[in-house]
């Protein structure tokens, strides 16, 4: 599968290992909010969608000025507080230095606001591998098409020439949507079978993994 041009990357839970991260920071949050804590599944279940959308999802009903305070405690936690590890799976930045020497274009479409994004390129040192990002900030949450579809047109590649790796059915979905194939990645928030309803192209269980099959 090394004939696309483009290679998408969602980031939490398929680059970086900050699933269990996310899921107590959100904990810590709601509980800050004075809102009902989800559980672990609920929580990861909606890794992939955009805060807000996030919120609607876990609250159904909730008034923006909640969402905004859910939102606020979130970013304090993940940003400020939250001391969880999230470093880069196995392999992940050897498969991007791979990728980036066989001169095909990166780029990352992730549920994480634009102050998230920036401070795990950074962390990371791989903002410079990626010849775009695109966050919440920037576009509709996923699944709408509107990241792929943002990046597609700024990239100058057609939909068939592109590939969006992704570890939920948010990601796969949105790939879908867009026309974009697809891989499915089940380390991270996705369970296989949410992923493979999403009709992905493969499903792979590791970085390994996948750098086997696209490299």
Request: charged share 25%; aromatic share 4%.
């Amino acid at each position: 599968m090394n004939q696309y041009q483009l290679y998408i990357f969602d980031w939490d839970g398929t680059l970086m290992n900050s699933i269990n991260k996310i899921v107590h920071s959100l904990q810590a949050a709601a509980l800050a909010a004075n809102l009902p804590i989800p559980d672990e599944s609920a929580s990861k279940g909606i890794i992939g969608a955009s805060l807000t959308e996030a919120s609607k999802i876990l609250y159904p009903g909730i008034e923006q000025v909640k969402i905004d305070e859910l939102i606020k405690h979130y970013k304090q936690q993940y940003l400020e507080i939250n001391a969880t590890p999230s470093p880069l799976y196995d392999e992940a930045e050897q498969l991007l230095l791979t990728l980036h020497a066989k001169e095909k274009l990166l780029a990352v479409a992730t549920g994480k606001g634009r102050q998230g994004l920036e401070r795990v390129l950074a962390v990371s040192n791989t903002k410079h591998l990626f010849h775009l990002t695109k966050s919440s900030d920037d576009a509709k949450s996923k699944p709408h098409p509107d990241m792929l579809e943002q990046i597609l047109l700024e990239l100058d590649v057609k939909p068939e020439h592109a590939l969006m790796i992704g570890d939920s059915r948010y990601d796969l979905k949105m790939a879908e949507h867009a026309g974009v194939d697809s891989i499915g990645i089940t380390h991270g928030a996705g369970c296989i079978d949410s992923l493979t309803d999403c009709n992905p192209k493969a499903i792979v269980h590791s970085i390994k993994e996948l750098a086997e099959l696209i490299l």
